[in-house]
């Protein structure tokens, strides 16, 4: 397929995918437990920061944490009490264990207290250049409160190449605004257009297979290839394409 033929078939994925009927099986589902944009945010982050591996596993760890929040995650961060985090000391999900859990909280809530939402934070980023400065300025903030070195490893670092996979898929839930119903676009400071696929394993090899990733390794230059061709197909909105690159990977393994 040339590059016209392979816009017009992603396209048709597009729709096929980016439906309410996605959110089912998917972390996005997490975050549509709620309603307050705080809700959603923390929720949102927590989900795809563990959003890697078997996803029936990712949602049943996903919802225990809301469960271990009282299914309010704001008001429950809001709460500042060490002794609530501590209901969390058996919580685990692959290498994501309690330490982990307890110091991602903790940073979350302090982050509260100083900011009146995440996206303040992020917005403050994105004057230091784009969506990839907002990226690391968010994750030098997360981590100044003292973390275990190995609670790091859960926040890519797209400065040293990572591609960031779940850092901009939580992006692409708070900033993409359209009207079918799976992401939320409650982030009015960064625009949809400025945002990177959450390029994973099955994303990737679909773009490698169409041939618009030439890249063998999936990094954050790998990141910006793909994403480069996708805004040549869409410049306002080059992210829904991850539905189509994500869905022919899983759902039709293309």
Known sequence: ????EIKSF???????????????????????????????????FLSSTIAWGRRDLILQKANL??????????EFLSGGSGVELQRFENFYYRTFQSVDAMYFLK???NIYSQYSDMEEL?????????????????????????????????????????????????LRWMVRDDDRGVDFGIWKSVSPAQLYLPLDVHSGNVARSLGILKRK???????EEVTEVLR???????????????GLGVNEKF
């Not at 597009?14 to 923390?42: A, Q």
């Not at 190995?150 to 901009?168: D, I, L, P, Q």
């Open 232 to 246: 040549s197909f869409d410049p306002a909105d080059p992210v829904k394409y991850d539905f189509a690159l994500f």
């Open 10 to 44: 992603l396209d048709e994925k597009v729709e096929l995918y980016n439906c309410v009927d996605f959110i089912e099986n998917d972390p996005v589902s997490i975050p549509h437990r709620y309603t307050g944009k705080k809700d959603i945010e923390i929720a949102g």
């Open 65 to 74: 944490m809301m469960d271990l929040m009282d299914d309010s995650p704001y």
């Open 217 to 223: 390794q999936s990094d954050w230059k790998a990141v």
């Open 1 to 4: 397929m040339n590059r016209s």
């Open 122 to 170: 992020f917005a403050e980023g994105m004057k230091e250049g784009g969506v990839k400065e907002a990226i690391h300025h968010f994750r030098e903030k997360f981590f100044s409160w003292s973390p275990q070195e190995r609670s790091k490893k859960h926040f890519a670092n797209v400065m040293k190449g990572s591609a960031g996979k779940r850092v901009n898929m939580f």
């Open 107 to 109: 940073a979350l809530e």
